[in-house]
């Protein structure tokens, strides 16, 4: 069995961490961090966090929805996908139609890189999912509501593979869909799960409205 270093994303603190590993998988986390604010133990999140890691439903390539389908891409093919399905929106209902949810637990060159991709675009509607401590994170980068997200015609999930399942996906459900029939999002990094409805993208996801849980 071998040590391997590695850095926890969990949270924005980015802490270093050692992780021992059996061939190519890993066993768990050692206990030691060499550098972070639990000393050098690392916090509850990290120390089961590598379950994540080779979770049998973890997303490990790009996957797009082809006739029904999810079927695996580059990432060139499918950033050009999602990159066609946000014009497409952005020209038949306007910048203001795009709305982006990110987490609070992102690094702040992460969310200076969302707030670019925000102001590219063409909009201000851009939410972060959060847990009540996060509150001060998040209160000077989140500037839409569950409101702005439903009303969206197009809705780009930037999330980690553990953001969701520390917050409530019930943020991010929604029960009516008045615009169902023109809605779309574009889903990364995620899986859906049958609780809530979603929307769909057009060439990507044509299920019905679901909410979401990251796909470890």
């Known amino acids: 069995m071998d040590t391997r270093e590695s ?3 969990l949270c924005s603190l980015g ?34 966090g590598s379950e994540l890691l080779s979770h049998p439903q973890r997303v ?23 990159g066609a399905a946000i014009r497409n929106v952005v020209e038949e209902y306007g910048p203001g ?13 992460e ?36 409101a702005s997200i439903q009303e969206a015609n197009c809705v780009i999930v930037l999330v980690t593979c553990s953001s969701l399942i520390r917050s409530s996906p019930k943020r991010l459900s929604t029960r009516n869909t008045p615009r169902e029939a023109t809605a779309s999002s574009s889903l990364i990094r995620g899986r859906a799960t049958p609780r809530g409805t979603r929307a769909n993208m057009s060439g990507i996801d044509r299920e019905p409205r679901r909410s979401y849980l990251p796909a470890f």
Request: proline share 5%; aromatic share 6%; with cysteine.
């Open 60 to 82: 490990a390539t790009p996957l797009i929805r082809r006739d029904g389908v999810l079927r695996e891409s580059s990432w060139d093919a499918a950033i050009d996908t999602v």
């Open 111 to 146: 969310l200076e890189a969302v707030a670019l991709l925000a102001r590219s675009i063409g909009t201000g509607a851009v939410s972060c999912v959060f847990e009540p401590q996060d509150w001060p994170l998040v209160a000077r980068e989140s500037s839409a509501g569950v």
């Open 15 to 48: 802490c270093d961490i050692a992780f021992r590993v059996k061939g190519e998988a890993v066993v768990g986390p050692e206990f030691l961090s060499t550098d972070g604010p639990s000393g050098t133990r690392v916090c509850a999140r990290g120390l089961y």
């Open 97 to 109: 139609a795009v709305a982006i949810v990110t987490e609070a637990t992102r690094s702040s060159e």
């Open 7 to 9: 850095r926890c994303l």
